[in-house]
């Protein structure tokens, strides 16, 4: 496949749009216009500050955080401009409320996030970007639409949002001769409530080759931009591992109408990265991974519309933004989006048998533990960006994750999870549930204190799913600190499996607004349901 050279932004060619389902009546019609205007033609120049023609917004919209009253839009401009997006109730825009958004220019690559306030509850809102030029009001670009729905202030409603994560990973980048993304269109065909992203959003230690021979003679061939040949290092090679996504036209689509809950994990920096590391890594130049996750969490905060960072402000979790946050999506759902990466220890052999940092940080756990007592929700996902009981190694002797392959009592990362889930069972904190994706297989374990070294905790279920567009991988061991039973996987036998070889997976997560029943559905991207679990609310475990 074609390198497209530097200063050039590729758009790859978009097939017609598929109509949207049924249900709650979305887009019909708009979806096709605002994917067709996010697109334009097959070449995308680079920023230019000629004033001979309107701004354009190529890149698509996305949506992120909503809640009942508020929602974040995004958007990239092609050159400097002022941001306005406009919300109606109708996809006809008859009445419109008018939000003003920042100014975009080369401070955060063109992009820019406007927060949306005093939008109704449990309603389809339809809205469009426009950009106008900062010197001539006049030239105004076409509108780019979207939309998405608020969150229920009834429990009736009920709620339904799918989870993944793991996106362009192991040299498997967007192939059109598959479509692209193809998950992501399985996904927007269901059409759920919200996107939690359980990040890998990008693999920015993951150079591409314009063409892979698979084992069975078969080639992949991807789509390669100038920061997607190399290891990213700088803040703009940052910056195009995140725009690199946005090339696919499933990608765009989907964003356009449905809202993402977004976190991140290592690949937005480096595999395995931990705070205070010094690489011994050829590839690289800049050997400090400070200095390198700065970057990174700059661009993400960037391309991504997370209510708790700021564009620019730096460390994920410096004073200007945090990762952690709680997204409350009515009364029956509140997603505690976690940050197992910026306040970790370094990774080691885990067997200390005092550990106060942990995964989270001794702040995070703090914060976590209180959230948790506030909440009213039925139902609590933990948004973990690594599981709990699977061993994930970093080397010969080191571990990535939380368990380190001993059974017995808790050591290392695995005293701050003993910590959270006692006060989880003491607290008598109801309907929590564990979301994870980054091993790149799909799975369900259940964790009870029967089968436990530690059992001062009440049962409870973790789910993981993915990958969403990187290559499969044999399921991990499991650590019985926790007393995790595997009761369902779905993975290959060998690693780094492609996406032309095996499905890609995701995991979709349905409240009962009358029940209160919480079913978690295991999917793959062709559209097949490989495992359901429905739990009843109100236990502490269960």
């Not at 080759?209 to 190399?230: C, I, M």
């Not at 809950?261 to 400070?290: C, F, S």
């Not at 368990?403 to 109801?430: N, S, W, Y």
Request: contains cysteine; charged residues 25%.
């Amino acid at each position: 496949m074609t390198a497209y050279p530097p200063g050039s932004d590729p758009v790859v060619p978009t097939p017609p749009p598929l109509s949207a389902p049924a249900r709650r009546g979305v887009l019909r019609g708009s979806l096709a216009v605002s994917a067709g205007l996010a697109l334009g033609g097959a070449g995308v120049a680079a920023p230019a500050f000629a004033l001979s023609r309107r701004p354009e917004a190529r890149w698509g919209v996305q949506t992120g955080d909503v809640t009942a009253h508020t929602g974040l839009v995004w958007v990239r401009s092609d050159r400097p401009a002022r941001m306005i997006v406009e919300t109606s109730a109708t996809e006809s825009f008859r009445r419109v409320h008018r939000h003003h958004g920042p100014l975009l220019g080369t401070g955060t690559d063109f992009t820019g996030t406007t927060f949306l306030r005093g939008l109704p509850s449990g309603e389809q809102i339809h809205y469009r970007v426009l950009l106008t030029d900062p010197d001539d009001p006049r030239r105004t670009s076409e509108p780019v639409l979207g939309t998405f729905r608020t969150a229920p202030d009834r429990r009736r409603d009920g709620v339904r949002f799918l989870w993944s994560g793991d996106i362009a990973g192991q040299g498997w980048g967007i192939n059109p001769d598959i479509g692209g993304f193809r998950a992501f269109e399985a996904m927007r065909r269901l059409n759920p409530d919200f996107f939690l992203c359980s990040g890998d959003t990008v693999y920015a230690d993951g150079p591409l080759q314009s063409s892979v021979t698979l084992p069975d003679g078969r080639t992949w061939r991807n789509v390669v931009t100038p920061e997607k040949a190399k290891v990213a290092e700088t803040l703009d090679e940052y910056r195009g591992n995140f725009r690199y996504n946005l090339l696919d036209h499933n990608v765009r689509t989907f964003n356009a109408q449905v809202p993402t809950v977004v976190q991140w994990d290592d690949h937005e920096v480096r595999n395995n990265w931990y705070p205070g590391q010094i690489l011994d890594d050829a590839r690289y130049t800049e050997k400090d991974v400070d200095v390198l996750a700065a970057r990174a969490s700059r661009a993400f905060s960037e391309y991504f519309p997370v209510s708790t960072l700021q564009a620019g402000a730096g460390s994920g979790s410096g004073a200007g933004g945090r990762m952690h946050r709680v997204v409350r999506y009515g009364p029956l759902l509140d997603v505690f989006v976690l940050d197992m990466r910026s306040y970790r220890n370094a990774n080691s052999p885990g067997r200390q048998a005092d550990d106060t940092t942990g995964i989270l940080g001794a702040e995070q756990l703090g914060w976590l533990k209180r959230e948790l007592s506030r909440s009213r929700a039925v139902w609590k996902v933990l948004a973990a960006d690594m599981p709990i009981g699977l061993v994930v190694p970093d080397g010969a002797t080191a571990f990535e994750a939380i368990a380190q392959g001993d059974p017995g009592a808790p050591l290392g990362r695995e005293l701050q999870i003993a910590e959270l889930l006692r006060f989880v069972k003491h607290r008598r904190i109801t309907g929590t549930v564990w979301l994870t994706a980054d091993v790149h297989y799909t799975s369900a374990q259940h964790y009870a204190p029967e089968r436990a070294a530690f059992q001062d905790f009440a049962p409870f279920w973790e789910f993981v799913s993915g990958p969403l567009a990187a290559g499969g991988f044999p399921a991990n061991k499991l650590d019985g600190t926790f007393g995790p039973e595997r009761v369902f996987v779905r993975a290959p036998e060998r690693a780094n499996v492609s996406p032309m070889e095996s499905p890609q997976y995701f995991g979709e997560v349905d409240i009962d607004g009358g029940s209160g029943e919480l079913t978690v559905r295991l999917r793959g991207d062709d559209d097949s349901v490989l495992f359901t679990k429905t739990l009843r609310p109100g236990l502490v475990g269960q």
